[in-house]
């Protein structure tokens, strides 16, 4: 998985409770990214990060927030989750940004009850 | 919107033949586009690129095949395994708005002995 890792790799929570999953990745890439996979509907963009701090949203950002305080981890925390967070994430990482491959991590089986 | 598009949810193949996975993309301005295995459980793995200066392009076993005036790529497994059984996913970059890779819903290959 490209060095590559995420935490936990499942977890149930209530709705309303806060989660936050992280990613960590050893390859010293600079672009970090956000999936949820749904079925029917592929991996979609949630957030993606280009650097430290730096940080942008997606296709389907409402309810989700991230942060970069390091090269290595990229956090994705839902503030208050709902039902239809209920998915698996994962995290991806490419070297450059545009027109570069991506490669994924493990994911995190996430069920929002 | 833009879409990129499996043509069959699923196929289904005896060991030993070749395999074929198609795959339509709506963005003419499209350049850049990537095949991902996924196994159940994990996250999608990267199998093959190809840009769109190119219209084949050969790994080991593989072969990705693009026509631009068409928008159809292709992936092709020579002499199928049953390791190969998993869902394969195409992805086309897409440079409007911000730059991103949009997914296919997949295609799962089941491989029969």
């Known amino acids: 998985d490209a060095g590559i890792t995420q935490s936990p790799r499942h977890k149930v929570t209530e709705t309303g409770t806060p989660v936050t999953l992280r990613c960590h990745q050893t390859e010293n890439h600079r672009y970090m990214y956000w999936y949820r996979q749904d079925p029917g509907h592929g991996l979609r963009l949630i957030h993606y990060s280009y650097g430290v701090k730096d940080t942008d949203k997606g296709e389907v950002s409402d309810g989700y927030s991230v942060s970069r305080s390091k090269t290595e981890d990229f956090l994705l925390t839902l503030e208050s989750a709902t039902s239809s967070q209920t998915s698996v994430y994962f995290c991806?990482?490419?070297?450059?940004?545009?027109?570069?491959?991506?490669?994924f991590g493990p994911g995190t089986r996430l069920l929002v009850l | 919107g833009e879409s990129v598009g499996l043509h069959l949810p699923t196929l289904s193949v005896q060991e030993g033949d070749n395999s074929i996975i198609n795959c339509a993309y709506s963005?003419?301005?499209?350049?850049?586009f990537i095949w991902y295995k996924q196994e159940s459980g994990k996250g999608p793995q990267f199998i093959i690129d190809i840009r769109s200066n190119m219209d084949k392009r050969q790994g080991q076993r593989v072969t990705v095949l693009l026509n631009k005036t068409v928008k159809h790529l292709s992936l092709q497994i020579a002499a199928t395994q049953p390791g190969d059984s998993a869902v394969y996913f195409c992805?086309?970059?897409?440079?409007?708005?911000?730059?991103?890779?949009?997914f296919g819903a997949g295609t799962r290959l089941a491989v029969h002995p």
């Open positions: 991806a990482i490419s070297a450059a940004g545009g027109e570069e491959t991506q490669y």
């Open positions: 992805a086309a970059f897409y440079s409007g708005g911000y730059n991103k890779l949009i």
């Open positions: 963005n003419s301005a499209s350049d850049y």
